[in-house]
Protein backbone atom coordinates (compact mmCIF):
# COMPACT_ATOMS: atom_id res chain seq x y z
CA UNK A 1 0.00 0.00 0.00
CA UNK A 2 1.44 3.46 -0.90
CA UNK A 3 1.36 6.31 1.16
CA UNK A 4 2.39 7.74 4.61
CA UNK A 5 1.06 4.85 7.58
CA UNK A 6 0.38 5.99 11.31
CA UNK A 7 1.75 3.57 14.01
CA UNK A 8 0.50 3.36 17.74
CA UNK A 9 2.46 1.82 20.69
CA UNK A 10 0.12 1.61 23.17
CA UNK A 11 0.51 -0.03 27.01
CA UNK A 12 0.01 -4.20 25.56
CA UNK A 13 2.47 -6.59 26.46
CA UNK A 14 3.98 -7.42 23.11
CA UNK A 15 6.60 -4.10 22.69
CA UNK A 16 9.05 -6.32 20.65
CA UNK A 17 6.21 -6.62 17.96
CA UNK A 18 5.88 -2.76 17.89
CA UNK A 19 9.81 -2.76 17.59
CA UNK A 20 10.66 -5.34 15.06
CA UNK A 21 7.33 -3.32 12.67
CA UNK A 22 9.31 -0.25 13.07
CA UNK A 23 12.67 -1.98 11.69
CA UNK A 24 11.00 -4.22 8.86
CA UNK A 25 8.50 -1.39 7.88
CA UNK A 26 10.97 1.32 7.05
CA UNK A 27 13.36 -1.34 5.16
CA UNK A 28 10.16 -1.76 3.39
CA UNK A 29 10.26 1.59 2.53
CA UNK A 30 7.38 2.55 4.73
CA UNK A 31 6.84 6.17 6.50
CA UNK A 32 4.80 6.81 9.43
CA UNK A 33 3.73 8.69 11.54
CA UNK A 34 4.71 7.03 15.29
CA UNK A 35 2.45 7.86 18.21
CA UNK A 36 3.47 6.01 21.73
CA UNK A 37 1.26 6.20 24.86
CA UNK A 38 3.04 6.48 28.07
CA UNK A 39 2.14 2.60 29.15
CA UNK A 40 3.25 2.06 25.67
CA UNK A 41 6.89 3.60 27.01
CA UNK A 42 6.70 1.45 30.15
CA UNK A 43 6.21 -1.52 28.23
CA UNK A 44 8.94 -0.96 25.78
CA UNK A 45 11.28 -0.07 28.48
CA UNK A 46 10.41 -3.44 30.62
CA UNK A 47 10.39 -5.44 28.23
CA UNK A 48 13.13 -4.37 25.24
CA UNK A 49 15.25 -2.14 27.40
CA UNK A 50 14.13 1.11 24.90
CA UNK A 51 12.93 3.96 27.75
CA UNK A 52 13.03 6.90 25.90
CA UNK A 53 12.81 8.40 22.34
CA UNK A 54 16.56 8.90 22.05
CA UNK A 55 17.27 5.11 23.23
CA UNK A 56 14.97 3.46 20.15
CA UNK A 57 16.29 6.24 17.50
CA UNK A 58 19.43 5.06 18.59
CA UNK A 59 18.16 1.25 18.18
CA UNK A 60 16.84 1.72 14.99
CA UNK A 61 19.72 3.90 13.34
CA UNK A 62 19.09 4.97 9.85
CA UNK A 63 15.74 3.70 10.06
CA UNK A 64 14.43 6.24 12.52
CA UNK A 65 14.62 8.71 9.63
CA UNK A 66 11.51 6.75 8.12
CA UNK A 67 9.70 8.27 10.93
CA UNK A 68 8.21 11.17 12.51
CA UNK A 69 7.44 11.41 16.43
CA UNK A 70 4.08 12.54 18.02
CA UNK A 71 3.80 12.43 21.99
CA UNK A 72 0.48 10.70 22.63
CA UNK A 73 -1.24 14.02 24.55
CA UNK A 74 -1.11 16.54 21.10
CA UNK A 75 -4.45 15.80 20.07
CA UNK A 76 -3.75 18.22 17.52
CA UNK A 77 -1.03 16.92 15.73
CA UNK A 78 -0.69 15.67 12.10
CA UNK A 79 -2.45 12.59 12.60
CA UNK A 80 -5.52 14.21 14.09
CA UNK A 81 -6.80 15.21 11.24
CA UNK A 82 -8.70 13.64 8.73
CA UNK A 83 -7.24 15.69 5.76
CA UNK A 84 -3.96 14.44 5.99
CA UNK A 85 -3.87 11.82 3.25
CA UNK A 86 -2.88 8.78 5.33
CA UNK A 87 -2.84 5.04 3.85
CA UNK A 88 -4.33 3.64 6.96
CA UNK A 89 -3.06 2.95 10.63
CA UNK A 90 -1.52 0.33 12.95
CA UNK A 91 -1.76 -0.45 16.41
CA UNK A 92 0.31 -3.15 17.98
CA UNK A 93 0.29 -4.06 20.50
CA UNK A 94 -3.13 -2.43 21.39
CA UNK A 95 -4.34 -2.45 24.55
CA UNK A 96 -7.52 -3.49 25.55
CA UNK A 97 -8.36 0.47 26.91
CA UNK A 98 -7.24 1.67 23.43
CA UNK A 99 -9.68 -1.21 21.29
CA UNK A 100 -12.47 -0.08 23.48
CA UNK A 101 -11.75 3.74 23.42
CA UNK A 102 -11.87 2.21 19.23
CA UNK A 103 -15.16 0.53 19.55
CA UNK A 104 -17.12 3.34 21.27
CA UNK A 105 -15.57 6.18 19.29
CA UNK A 106 -13.95 8.01 22.44
CA UNK A 107 -11.38 10.36 21.68
CA UNK A 108 -8.72 10.95 24.54
CA UNK A 109 -5.47 10.80 23.22
CA UNK A 110 -3.64 10.96 19.87
CA UNK A 111 -3.67 7.62 19.33
CA UNK A 112 -7.36 7.17 20.08
CA UNK A 113 -8.07 10.66 18.12
CA UNK A 114 -5.95 9.11 15.08
CA UNK A 115 -7.79 5.62 14.85
CA UNK A 116 -11.12 7.34 15.00
CA UNK A 117 -10.18 9.43 12.34
CA UNK A 118 -8.73 6.53 10.26
CA UNK A 119 -12.42 4.97 10.83
CA UNK A 120 -14.10 8.49 9.68
CA UNK A 121 -12.20 8.43 6.73
CA UNK A 122 -12.93 5.02 5.68
CA UNK A 123 -8.70 4.06 5.92
CA UNK A 124 -7.33 0.79 6.81
CA UNK A 125 -6.71 0.08 10.26
CA UNK A 126 -5.19 -3.01 12.31
CA UNK A 127 -5.54 -3.70 15.54
CA UNK A 128 -2.86 -6.15 17.53
CA UNK A 129 -4.20 -7.02 20.81
CA UNK A 130 -2.12 -9.23 23.12
CA UNK A 131 -4.33 -10.17 25.58
CA UNK A 132 -5.75 -13.64 27.09
CA UNK A 133 -8.32 -15.15 28.02
CA UNK A 134 -10.37 -12.88 26.43
CA UNK A 135 -13.56 -11.68 28.25
CA UNK A 136 -16.97 -10.92 26.67
CA UNK A 137 -16.32 -7.38 26.81
CA UNK A 138 -13.04 -7.63 24.86
CA UNK A 139 -15.05 -9.86 22.55
CA UNK A 140 -17.84 -8.17 21.84
CA UNK A 141 -15.62 -4.76 20.91
CA UNK A 142 -13.42 -6.60 18.92
CA UNK A 143 -16.59 -8.13 16.76
CA UNK A 144 -18.00 -4.82 16.63
CA UNK A 145 -15.01 -3.51 15.39
CA UNK A 146 -14.77 -6.15 12.62
CA UNK A 147 -18.16 -5.54 11.53
CA UNK A 148 -17.07 -2.01 10.28
CA UNK A 149 -13.99 -3.20 8.85
CA UNK A 150 -11.40 -3.25 11.31
CA UNK A 151 -8.81 -5.73 10.64
CA UNK A 152 -8.42 -7.29 14.48
CA UNK A 153 -5.27 -9.13 14.41
CA UNK A 154 -4.28 -11.22 18.07
CA UNK A 155 -0.63 -11.55 18.53
CA UNK A 156 -0.82 -15.31 17.96
CA UNK A 157 1.70 -16.86 15.98
CA UNK A 158 1.50 -19.89 14.24
CA UNK A 159 4.14 -22.91 14.05
CA UNK A 160 3.82 -24.64 10.97
CA UNK A 161 6.85 -22.69 9.92
CA UNK A 162 8.80 -24.60 12.29
CA UNK A 163 10.06 -21.44 14.14
CA UNK A 164 13.71 -20.90 15.55
CA UNK A 165 13.33 -19.21 18.39
CA UNK A 166 11.09 -16.01 19.56
CA UNK A 167 12.08 -13.93 16.78
CA UNK A 168 10.68 -15.79 14.43
CA UNK A 169 7.42 -15.81 16.08
CA UNK A 170 7.28 -12.05 16.10
CA UNK A 171 7.99 -11.91 12.33
CA UNK A 172 5.33 -14.19 12.02
CA UNK A 173 2.87 -11.96 13.40
CA UNK A 174 4.70 -8.57 11.79
CA UNK A 175 4.89 -10.46 8.23
CA UNK A 176 1.07 -10.83 8.30
CA UNK A 177 0.55 -6.91 9.49
CA UNK A 178 2.14 -6.41 6.48
CA UNK A 179 0.71 -8.32 4.30
CA UNK A 180 -3.00 -6.57 5.48
CA UNK A 181 -1.48 -3.05 5.20
CA UNK A 182 -0.07 -4.10 1.30
CA UNK A 183 3.91 -3.70 2.30
CA UNK A 184 6.30 -6.34 0.25
CA UNK A 185 8.60 -8.07 2.81
CA UNK A 186 10.49 -11.11 3.28
CA UNK A 187 10.98 -11.86 6.74
CA UNK A 188 7.40 -14.56 7.55
CA UNK A 189 7.69 -17.89 5.51
CA UNK A 190 4.73 -18.55 3.19
CA UNK A 191 2.82 -21.52 3.29
CA UNK A 192 3.03 -23.87 0.18
CA UNK A 193 0.48 -26.59 0.39
CA UNK A 194 2.89 -29.08 -0.51
CA UNK A 195 2.88 -32.38 1.64
CA UNK A 196 6.05 -33.39 0.71
CA UNK A 197 8.20 -30.53 0.22
CA UNK A 198 7.04 -29.07 3.89
CA UNK A 199 8.07 -32.59 5.47
CA UNK A 200 11.39 -32.38 3.69
CA UNK A 201 11.46 -28.78 5.23
CA UNK A 202 10.62 -30.02 9.14
CA UNK A 203 12.71 -33.18 8.57
CA UNK A 204 10.16 -34.84 9.59
CA UNK A 205 9.42 -36.87 5.94
CA UNK A 206 8.54 -40.77 6.33
CA UNK A 207 7.81 -40.12 9.81
Known amino acids: MSGRWIIGITGASGAPYSVRLLE?????????????????????????????????RDHLGARADAFDWYGNADRGARPASGSVPYAGMVICPCSMGTLSAVAHGSSRSLVERAADVTLKEGRRLILVPRETPLSPIHLENMLSLARIGVTVMPAAPGFYHAPKGVGDLIDFVVGRVLDHMGA????????????????????????
Open 24 to 56: VAAEAGVRADVIISGHGWRLLAHETGLSDLAAL
Open 184 to 207: AHTISYRWTGDEESEADRLGTAGE
